[in-house]
């Protein structure tokens, strides 16, 4: 794995395009990655941020309006990601969380929050005017299986 993400990050030098590795600190920081994104039951952020090198971006997943209020004590998290907000293919089992608890989410800490979950060209708008500061997403970059 550790080859594989310092590969990325070879193939992204000079531009301003970031890798950062889910959930393992460890590869992150021997690939030379520029980050890690922790779920939400993962290692405590301020953990993190004592042994990361200076610069080192460190995200959450979050899914509730205490969990933003949680991940931000301390100040050690860049971002946060907060999701299901709609249905998605990727989560089917999960339940849409919506816009309004995304507006909740967003209004509960000064960290910038990117909603994932069901995102497609035609919500980005009202995930924005919700609060988020930008959009993740999986399912609206996947490539249509009659492309070659």
Same mark, same amino acid.
């Given at each position: 794995?550790?080859?594989?993400?310092?590969?990325?990050?070879?193939? &992204?030098?000079?531009?301003?395009?970031?890798?950062?590795?889910?959930?393992?600190?460890?590869?992150?920081?021997? !690939?030379?990655?520029?980050?890690?994104?922790?779920?939400?039951?993962?290692? $405590?952020?301020?953990?993190? @941020?004592?042994? !990361?090198? $200076?610069?080192?971006?460190?995200?959450?997943?979050?899914?509730?309006?205490?969990?933003?209020?949680?991940?931000?004590?301390?100040? !050690?998290?860049?971002?946060?990601?907060?999701?299901?907000?709609?249905?998605?293919?990727?989560? $089917?089992?999960?339940?849409?969380?919506?816009? @309004?608890?995304?507006?909740?989410?967003?209004?509960?800490?000064?960290? $910038?929050?990117?909603?994932?979950?069901?995102?497609?060209?035609?919500? &980005?708008?009202?995930?924005?005017?919700?609060?988020?500061?930008?959009?993740?997403? &999986?399912?609206?970059?996947?490539?249509?299986?009659?492309?070659?």
């Amino acid at each position: 794995m550790t080859r594989l993400v310092s590969a990325c990050v070879d193939a &992204i030098r000079g531009t301003r395009a970031r890798v950062l590795v889910n959930d393992r600190f460890d590869v992150a920081v021997a !690939a030379g990655a520029h980050g890690v994104h922790l779920r939400g039951d993962s290692f $405590p952020a301020p953990r993190i @941020r004592a042994y !990361a090198p $200076p610069g080192f971006l460190i995200g959450r997943s979050v899914h509730s309006a205490s969990d933003a209020v949680m991940a931000a004590d301390g100040d !050690a998290v860049d971002y946060l990601i907060f999701g299901t907000v709609f249905e998605s293919r990727s989560k $089917p089992d999960r339940v849409a969380a919506g816009l @309004r608890e995304l507006t909740a989410v967003a209004d509960a800490t000064r960290i $910038p929050v990117l909603a994932i979950g069901g995102m497609t060209s035609d919500r &980005i708008a009202d995930v924005m005017r919700a609060g988020a500061a930008g959009v993740a997403g &999986i399912s609206m970059f996947d490539m249509p299986s009659d492309v070659s």
